[in-house]
T-cell receptor
Framework: DAGVTQSPTHLIKTRGQQVTLRCSPK?????VSWYQQALGQGPQFIFQ???????QRGNFPDRFSGHQFPNYSSELNVNALLLGDSALYLC?????????????FGPGTRLLVL | DAKTTQPPSMDCAEGRAANLPCNHS???????VYWYRQIHSQGPQYIIH???NNETNEMASLIITEDRKSSTLILPHATLRDTAVYYC??????????????FGTGTLLAVQP
């Protein structure tokens, strides 16, 4: 049973560019959440997708957008990249059923903005 | 802001139990206590979670005080591979829907040989 997968593993972009990160959830999961982790800090919640809709959003600007596909996979898009967007981007999946559910994280995509 | 308070770092001898404390004095009745850990540059790994009863799985035990204002994660026999940052998080879980996880800075557990 594959866990959460993310691609690419590493990415280098320059300021002003746009980037798309991808996430495939754990088998049986229908909800995808995205987090940003700057160096030396804990992950910060960006947004969550369920049934192809953004269900919750953290304190991130509109430059950060996402999408969820019918197969539950998800993309995170960041426009007009800033140096401060350099971080580890984490995807977590969960199931919208059952009281004992929790989120399982992927290995992350490390983005460097030059 | 994170709703939990954890010591920034702890040491533990290999083979001994590691007891990681967490304070969450403002926890609400519908909020669970979650523990994750993160080994350097990897994604956070789920350990355990609970609402009010103590929980145990193959990785750890979670002891929640009766007033639910604090909890302790116990790794019964720490190994060098348990060296990681441990995050204690409180989050609501509405009938299966998983709410956002708000991470603090966690506790860096260093297991010493």
């Amino acid at each position: 049973d594959a866990g959460v997968t993310q691609s690419p593993t590493h990415l280098i972009k320059t300021r002003g560019q746009q980037v798309t990160l991808r996430c495939s959830p754990k088998s049986g999961h229908d909800t995808v959440s995205w987090y940003q982790q700057a160096l030396g800090q804990g992950p910060q919640f960006i947004f969550q997708y369920y049934e192809e809709e953004e269900r919750q959003r953290g304190n991130f600007p509109d430059r950060f957008s996402g999408h969820q596909f019918p197969n539950y996979s998800s993309e995170l898009n960041v426009n007009a990249l800033l140096l401060g967007d350099s971080a580890l981007y984490l995807c977590a999946s969960s199931s919208n059923s059952g009281r004992k559910e929790t989120q399982y994280f992927g290995p992350g995509t490390r983005l460097l903005v030059l | 802001d994170a709703k939990t308070t954890q010591p920034p770092s702890m040491d533990c001898a290999e083979g001994r139990a590691a007891n990681l404390p967490c304070n969450h004095s403002t926890i609400s009745g519908n909020e669970y206590v979650y523990w994750y850990r993160q080994i350097h540059s990897q994604g956070p790994q789920y350990i355990i979670h609970g609402l009010k009863n103590n929980e145990t799985n193959e990785m750890a035990s979670l002891i929640i005080t009766e007033d639910r204002k604090s909890s302790t994660l116990i790794l019964p026999h720490a190994t060098l591979r348990d060296t990681a940052v441990y995050y204690c998080i409180v989050s609501a879980n509405y009938g299966g829907a998983t709410n956002k996880l708000i991470f603090g800075t966690g506790t860096l557990l260093a297991v010493q040989p």
